[in-house]
């Protein structure tokens, strides 16, 4: 097998001294690419913000795979295979056997990712320098014309969107698929037919994105390169064939899903999509027929988000793609799957969906800017006006591709995303930084394979344990599920995350802590790890030690209460919060122990003749304690009140009546 880029001397950026060699140029930015994904990935994982779901889900199922139970996780209960039937595993398991590690997963992700503009590039070139052949005065350069398409997909938000969020297989989708494209209009079409498979073995429901690919190759053999009708019929009969044993395998895969998961019912021709109105395509279809009104209230949930979602991958390509629709076919399962769906991550940025659609986008527009290009050379003020189109086009889709990989990139040190490069950064230095580093020091004094239930973020440090499970999406309803752990970051918003059917990880470690039947193994930064029947002193402790400014409390009649959540987060943020459906409640907690409160008061203030009076809720509405003049000190401008606390609250709120405002307060714990 003979790849026309993989011969590389990073010193030949020139071929002749004078003329770029953009071949050379779109492999040194793939490999920068893959080497800043890579920090970024890790260094997520490492300062707590990767998730049980995914990046400690895949790990621990490689995990067990190699200590005998094939691909199982506890967070599903079940073997990997019964949730999604993807064969690719065992490809990467070889990988995880060599080095057994996390990190190694989000490396591998991040070097498919970068690596996929190499085949786009080249099929760029290949379509482009056909039209030049044809049309020498519309396109003079294809390799830079090329380059810039490449790398406007590298640049994409929706292309990096996954970086931010774990480890999945979607992420080999957009390789995988150039490369079969590539091979296609090469003509080598038993390799078309590898790289095909190969996205199929990534999730057994990609058999109608690939069934949608050979339909679209099928009539860009017939409409754009117009070839003879012996090769059309030789195209139809790979289609028929290939269709037949997609279908073979589809059922076969859903048959292998029931037998693994030990079920009776096997769910075929499913989109699987969340928050749809059928779970499957013929409901869909039924709903669509039957259901005019109900199927349309799914299609308009979420619509500013959908559109926003859409115009940022037609901006990245400046709506080429419109000149040839036909290749637009193989986003057609995604357009379904996503677009009649509720669920905001399948079309919002930092998730993995997106790659089940920006590499068809890109393709589209290839064929569709060299549809662009295809003027008869007479009369002259046409090929001028083609030039002037080409280079039009290209301008919007680089300036579009450096503007939003600037705003919203994860390895943009300006980004305006919460979890771009600069917060994570921050997130390994300071306060952060000691938060992490308790936690790491827990997993010495937590015995293996022991029953744990811990948060989404810390989940990952304990993929070893196939007896562990993690909050939010598990199946705990009830406090009387006793675990031998339990560790909650009580910073994390996600550890008061509930939904209609689960408790969340706060309501557990509050009744755990409250019943008696548990005693603190370890309390520090705002984390606290509890252990059934353990009754001697924290092994490890570290005080709590926060402050809080005066912009986050309320300032209104005489009254300051606070601290309020999300005061001063940014409309970004909120629409993050919203996609990842992130609790918005109050975070502030007391954990059992001695505090020492300070709250600093105005200069100008003058404490009114009737005192002031404090009182300490619990979840805004329940007093937990009343603090009056004869309870705390005043020092200057600094009034100062002792708390004892023999229980653990969250959601806890400061009132404090009798001051207009104040600038700031902190707390500081003495003992547990």
């Given at each position: 097998?003979?790849?026309?880029?993989?011969?590389?001397?990073?010193?030949?950026?020139?071929?002749?001294?004078?003329t770029?060699?953009?071949?050379?140029?779109?492999?040194v930015?793939?490999?920068?690419?893959?080497?800043?994904?890579s920090?970024?990935?890790?260094?997520?994982?490492?300062?707590?913000?990767?998730?049980?779901?995914?990046l400690?889900?895949?790990?621990?199922?490689?995990?067990?795979?190699?200590?005998?139970?094939?691909?199982?996780?506890?967070?599903?209960?079940?073997?990997?295979l019964?949730?999604h039937?993807?064969?690719?595993?065992?490809?990467?398991?070889g990988?995880?056997y060599?080095?057994?590690?996390?990190?190694?997963?989000?490396i591998?992700?991040?070097?498919?990712?970068s690596?996929?503009?190499?085949?786009?590039?080249?099929i760029?070139?290949?379509i482009?320098?056909?039209?030049k052949?044809?049309?020498?005065?519309?396109?003079?350069?294809?390799?830079?014309?090329?380059?810039?398409?490449?790398s406007?997909?590298?640049?994409?938000?929706?292309?990096?969107?996954?970086?931010?969020?774990?480890f999945?297989?979607?992420?080999?989708?957009?390789?995988?698929?150039?490369?079969?494209?590539?091979?296609?209009?090469?003509?080598?079409?038993?390799?078309n037919?590898?790289?095909?498979?190969l996205?199929?073995?990534?999730h057994?429901?990609?058999?109608?994105?690939?069934?949608?690919t050979?339909?679209?190759?099928?009539?860009?053999?017939?409409?754009?390169?117009?070839?003879?009708?012996?090769?059309?019929?030789?195209?139809?009969y790979?289609?028929?064939?290939?269709?037949i044993?997609?279908?073979?395998?589809?059922?076969?895969?859903?048959?292998?899903?029931?037998?693994?998961?030990?079920?009776?019912?096997?769910?075929?021709?499913?989109?699987?999509?969340?928050?749809?109105?059928?779970?499957?395509?013929?409901?869909?279809?039924?709903?669509?027929?039957l259901?005019?009104?109900r199927?349309?209230?799914y299609?308009?949930?979420?619509?500013q988000?959908k559109?926003?979602?859409?115009v940022?991958a037609?901006?990245?390509v400046?709506?080429?793609?419109?000149?040839?629709p036909?290749?637009?076919i193989?986003?057609?399962?995604?357009?379904?799957?996503?677009?009649?769906?509720?669920?905001?991550?399948?079309?919002?940025?930092?998730?993995?969906?997106?790659?089940?659609f920006?590499?068809?986008?890109?393709?589209?527009?290839?064929?569709?800017?060299?549809?662009m290009?295809?003027?008869?050379?007479?009369?002259?003020?046409?090929t001028?006006?083609?030039?002037?189109?080409?280079?039009?086009?290209m301008?919007?889709?680089?300036?579009?591709?450096?503007?939003?990989?600037?705003?919203?990139?994860p390895i943009?040190?300006?980004?305006?995303?919460?979890?771009?490069?600069?917060?994570?950064?921050?997130?390994?230095?300071?306060?952060?930084?000691?938060?992490?580093?308790?936690?790491?020091?827990?997993?010495?004094?937590?015995?293996?394979?022991?029953?744990?239930?811990?948060?989404n973020?810390?989940?990952?440090l304990f993929?070893?344990?196939l007896?562990?499970?993690?909050?939010?999406?598990?199946?705990?309803?009830?406090?009387?599920?006793?675990?031998?752990y339990?560790?909650?970051?009580?910073?994390?918003?996600?550890?008061?995350?509930?939904n209609?059917?689960?408790?969340?990880?706060?309501?557990?470690?509050?009744?755990?802590m409250?019943?008696?039947s548990?005693?603190?193994l370890?309390?520090?930064?705002?984390?606290i790890?509890?252990?059934?029947?353990?009754?001697?002193?924290?092994?490890?402790?570290?005080p709590?030690?926060?402050?809080?400014?005066s912009?986050?409390?309320?300032?209104?009649?005489?009254?300051?209460?606070?601290?309020?959540?999300?005061?001063?987060?940014?409309?970004?943020q909120?629409?993050?919060?919203?996609?990842?459906?992130?609790?918005?409640?109050?975070?502030t907690?007391?954990?059992?122990?001695?505090y020492?409160i300070?709250?600093?008061?105005?200069?100008?203030y003058?404490?009114?003749?009737?005192?002031?009076?404090?009182?300490?809720?619990?979840?805004?509405?329940?007093?937990?304690?009343r603090?009056?003049?004869?309870?705390?000190r005043?020092?200057?401008?600094?009034?100062?009140?002792?708390?004892?606390?023999?229980?653990?609250?969250t959601?806890?709120?400061?009132?404090?009546t009798?001051?207009?405002?104040?600038?700031g307060?902190?707390?500081i714990?003495?003992?547990?």
């Amino acid at each position: 097998m003979k790849f026309e880029w993989m011969p590389f001397r990073i010193k030949n950026i020139f071929k002749d001294g004078k003329t770029v060699n953009y071949h050379s140029i779109i492999i040194v930015l793939s490999i920068i690419f893959a080497i800043f994904f890579s920090f970024y990935s890790i260094l997520k994982a490492y300062t707590l913000n990767a998730y049980a779901w995914d990046l400690g889900l895949y790990s621990q199922a490689f995990y067990s795979s190699l200590h005998g139970q094939l691909f199982y996780s506890n967070l599903l209960g079940e073997s990997y295979l019964a949730e999604h039937f993807s064969p690719f595993m065992f490809a990467l398991l070889g990988v995880f056997y060599i080095y057994p590690n996390p990190y190694i997963l989000l490396i591998i992700q991040a070097v498919f990712l970068s690596f996929a503009t190499i085949p786009l590039y080249y099929i760029s070139l290949h379509i482009f320098s056909r039209i030049k052949e044809k049309y020498p005065e519309n396109i003079k350069n294809p390799a830079l014309y090329s380059f810039i398409i490449a790398s406007a997909f590298l640049l994409s938000p929706l292309t990096e969107s996954p970086i931010y969020f774990d480890f999945h297989l979607m992420i080999f989708l957009p390789f995988f698929y150039f490369m079969a494209i590539y091979f296609y209009i090469k003509n080598r079409m038993a390799w078309n037919i590898v790289f095909l498979a190969l996205i199929v073995s990534l999730h057994a429901s990609f058999v109608f994105i690939v069934v949608m690919t050979l339909i679209m190759e099928m009539m860009i053999s017939r409409y754009y390169f117009k070839e003879s009708g012996e090769q059309t019929k030789k195209m139809a009969y790979l289609f028929i064939t290939s269709l037949i044993v997609l279908l073979i395998y589809y059922t076969a895969a859903g048959y292998l899903k029931g037998d693994i998961a030990h079920s009776q019912s096997i769910l075929l021709f499913a989109s699987g999509a969340t928050g749809s109105a059928s779970r499957s395509i013929t409901g869909l279809v039924l709903t669509f027929f039957l259901h005019p009104y109900r199927f349309m209230t799914y299609i308009i949930a979420n619509y500013q988000i959908k559109l926003l979602f859409l115009v940022l991958a037609f901006l990245a390509v400046d709506f080429a793609f419109y000149r040839f629709p036909i290749g637009l076919i193989p986003a057609i399962p995604y357009l379904v799957y996503a677009m009649t769906s509720s669920y905001i991550p399948y079309y919002f940025i930092g998730y993995q969906y997106s790659m089940m659609f920006i590499p068809m986008i890109f393709v589209a527009a290839v064929f569709g800017i060299s549809k662009m290009m295809e003027f008869k050379p007479t009369p002259s003020i046409k090929t001028k006006r083609a030039a002037r189109n080409l280079k039009n086009t290209m301008l919007v889709i680089a300036v579009f591709a450096i503007a939003a990989f600037i705003v919203v990139s994860p390895i943009s040190p300006v980004s305006v995303e919460p979890s771009g490069i600069h917060n994570i950064v921050n997130d390994s230095a300071g306060y952060s930084a000691e938060r992490n580093h308790f936690v790491y020091s827990l997993e010495n004094n937590i015995s293996m394979n022991s029953s744990l239930v811990t948060g989404n973020n810390i989940y990952p440090l304990f993929y070893k344990d196939l007896n562990a499970t993690a909050f939010p999406y598990n199946n705990i309803s009830s406090t009387s599920v006793h675990f031998k752990y339990l560790i909650a970051d009580l910073n994390d918003s996600q550890t008061y995350t509930r939904n209609r059917h689960n408790i969340s990880l706060a309501n557990l470690a509050l009744e755990y802590m409250n019943s008696g039947s548990y005693g603190i193994l370890a309390e520090g930064y705002g984390v606290i790890a509890l252990e059934l029947h353990y009754t001697g002193k924290p092994l490890i402790f570290n005080p709590l030690n926060v402050s809080y400014s005066s912009k986050e409390f309320d300032h209104t009649n005489g009254k300051v209460y606070g601290p309020i959540p999300d005061k001063n987060m940014s409309s970004f943020q909120k629409l993050e919060n919203l996609g990842k459906n992130v609790y918005s409640g109050n975070t502030t907690y007391i954990l059992p122990g001695n505090y020492s409160i300070s709250v600093y008061l105005n200069s100008s203030y003058k404490i009114p003749a009737s005192g002031i009076n404090i009182t300490i809720l619990d979840n805004g509405n329940v007093t937990l304690y009343r603090i009056n003049s004869s309870s705390y000190r005043l020092n200057g401008e600094t009034l100062t009140f002792n708390l004892n606390s023999t229980e653990m609250h969250t959601g806890v709120t400061y009132v404090f009546t009798g001051i207009p405002s104040i600038n700031g307060m902190s707390i500081i714990q003495d003992s547990v």
